[in-house]
Each structure stands twice: as structure tokens, then as C-alpha cells.
């Protein structure tokens, strides 16, 4: 695996530089290379086009990645996505930025990057992608199946991924799993096992399960109200760069009115709505 391979893969964050075209309006050939590259980065280009796996993740993240600057380009960044994941599938590649760049095609066809929107197509990558393990891919999968976005609604699935996701100990997927605990969707609610879930979202470093935990403790509902340890999950998310526990910490140092705003709005039964706020 090449350095690059090695890399951090990316999260698709596009900026658009360039009008959105469809993959059939985008030619990438030799000639391309020639133009856009020089050196090393022209010898990777030609791999690429001859079909080097490696070297088609290399074009894929360098056109797809913003702090590429003037090699940013969407149309080309889902031109090389695609080529990828056709070749992932064919050649069943296993190596994670693979397995990433298949997520990441469903993202832009989601979203119509490089391409026009097809909510269809972007289910099946996505799907692709779960099935081979990657853990984004699967909320991507519950979320889908949930609101019936590129396929048909359906609950039984959706928990299924969510589940799945959740054994990988995902952070987002175990906030998911949280909420859906909190209010009784889908699952018998279970206060403790989803207080359980946020603190080990919250020991990964994620900022919202960290929130979470302040509002459990400061509200009193899924667990004793302890303004002690409530200002400490809100100063693990203030450090984390979320504003809110920034401010619910100042309020409980203050006092403030909008303290006992928030507890006065505060359920007699578990609401995970309120705990949001």
C-alpha cells in the first residue's frame, strides 16, 4: 500500500468550484494527465487510467479534497469515486480507503456532487459499503430505511444497520442507539443501557454524546441530578469546540435564567427531544 493509501481517508466536505456536470459529460484520459500534472503526480494520473487501484484512490482524494486547492474539482473527484468503486466491487479490494471510497460515492450521489442527485444510486453504494463493514455506511443505511430515502421505509431495517453499527462501537450510532432507547422506538426503553451508550460515545471524544450527558445529569430524568457531574460533561464538550456545553457550563456557574428555563422544561418521563436542547 502506497503512502498516500496509508493516509487518513477522507469524508466527502466538497466545495464546489466548478458547475455540477453528470459522470457521462466527464472525459478523463491520457491527455488529461498530460495537462493537468507533471512528474510524479502525471506518472500516478497514467496508472490510474490503465487501471492501478492505488493510483485511481490517489486521483480520487486529490481531486475531491478541498485543501487540494486548484486541483479541486467535483466532476473529476465522482468521475474517479466511480471508476474506484466499480473496480473495489470487481476485483473485491478490502483495504479500508477502498472500502471508504464506496461510502463515499453514495455520498455523492446523495447529495449530487460531480453528478445529478439519484437518491436510488447513493442506497446502493451505501449499501455496498455496509456490507463491507464500514460503520458510517451503515447510519447512512438506518437513516435511509428509516425515512425511506432511495429505497422503501422500513423499521425492522433500519435497526438492523443501527444495531450493526453499534456492535462497532461507532460513536454516532451509539447516540442513535441512545435515543431510540430514551423514547421506546423500536426497542424497549432502557434508561441505564442508554446513559451507558452516551459514555462510550462521550469516551471516543464526541462532543454531542458528551452534551448529552451534561443534560442527563443536570435534568435529573434518566439519571439523579448531579450539577457536579453535569458540569463536567459540559466542559469535556466545551473542550470538545461545542458552544452549547460552553454555555450550559457558564449557566450553571452563573445561575442563569436560561438554567431554569431548560429544567422547567424538563419532562416527568424520559424525552430525549428535551435532552437535545
Request: proline residues 3%.
Amino acid at each position: 500500500m502506497t503512502n498516500m493509501m496509508k493516509k487518513h481517508t477522507i469524508t466527502l466536505l466538497f466545495t464546489l468550484l466548478l458547475p455540477i456536470t453528470s459522470y457521462a459529460e466527464t472525459v478523463f484520459n491520457a491527455n488529461t494527465c498530460n495537462r493537468i500534472f507533471k512528474n510524479q503526480g502525471n506518472e500516478t494520473c497514467l496508472k490510474a487510467i490503465k487501471g492501478d487501484a492505488n493510483s485511481g484512490y490517489a486521483m480520487a482524494r486529490v481531486f475531491g479534497d478541498p485543501k487540494s486547492g486548484a486541483l479541486t474539482n467535483i466532476d473529476y473527484a465522482f468521475y474517479w469515486h466511480l471508476k474506484l468503486s466499480r473496480q473495489v466491487i470487481k476485483q473485491n479490494l478490502t483495504d479500508k480507503p477502498f472500502i471508504m471510497t464506496l461510502y463515499n460515492t453514495g455520498v455523492l450521489y446523495t447529495d449530487g456532487l460531480g453528478t445529478q442527485q439519484n437518491l436510488k444510486k447513493g442506497f446502493y453504494w451505501f449499501t455496498q459499503a455496509a456490507e463491507r463493514g464500514e460503520p458510517l455506511a451503515m447510519l447512512r443505511l438506518t437513516h435511509a430505511y428509516e425515512f425511506g430515502i432511495g429505497t422503501t421505509k422500513n423499521q425492522q431495517q433500519s435497526l438492523y444497520w443501527l444495531n450493526k453499527a453499534v456492535n462497532l462501537h461507532h460513536p454516532k450510532a451509539l447516540i442513535a442507539m441512545s435515543k431510540h432507547l430514551i423514547e421506546g422506538n423500536g426497542v424497549e426503553k432502557n434508561a441505564s443501557l442508554a446513559v451507558k451508550h452516551l459514555k462510550e460515545a462521550a469516551q471516543q471524544n464526541d462532543a454531542e454524546a458528551n452534551f448529552l450527558l451534561g443534560n442527563v445529569y443536570l435534568g435529573g430524568v434518566l439519571a439523579s441530578r448531579d450539577l457536579t457531574e453535569s458540569k463536567k460533561w459540559y466542559a469535556q464538550s466545551c473542550q470538545l469546540n461545542l458552544l452549547a456545553g460552553c454555555k450550559r457550563y457558564y449557566d450553571i456557574d452563573s445561575n442563569s435564567p436560561s438554567l431554569n428555563q431548560f429544567l422547567n422544561k424538563m419532562p416527568s418521563s424520559d424525552d430525549i427531544n428535551t435532552l437535545n436542547q
